[in-house]
């Protein structure tokens, strides 16, 4: 600690972790005010590519579930989340072993996206059919009157 802010440094691959006092595998929680990824300003970013992958289908096959961990009581509230096993590698953290949260949020991004694409492609489409519904119903009246 120097200072005004605190420092962990864990050894080369290593990682900072928050365990109950007493133990090394029964993880407590960290509160904070808000989560930051490390930049996502232009700058910051090499190798940028749009994904351009069609993520509905992933979505469509994502199970949510509700859970706790093995190591929490049998009376802690049940949390909401998904398997790592049935999501794409890409929202995997570094190990493998969590999702990383802002891809995730990305990809949610990039499916709603999706989904407002082809909202507006069936919406244009239901304006199309009332015209032309519109027309057909006028063109019934006319060769009705010329029946009669």
Known sequence: ???????????????????????????????ASEY??????????????????????DIRNIKVYTYRYKWEEEDTFKRLGVMIDETPRILHGKNGDSIELYAFTSFLCKGIKELDSEQMKVKDEIEWLKLENQYLKQKIQQLEGMIS
């Open 36 to 57: 930051l990824p490390p930049s996502s300003t232009r700058e910051s970013k090499k190798d940028i590519e749009e994904y351009i992958e069609n993520v509905l289908e």
């Open 1 to 31: 600690n120097t200072g005004m802010h605190l420092y962990l440094r864990p050894a080369s691959g290593g990682e900072a972790r928050v365990t109950q006092t007493g133990t090394t595998s029964t993880y407590r929680p960290i509160r």
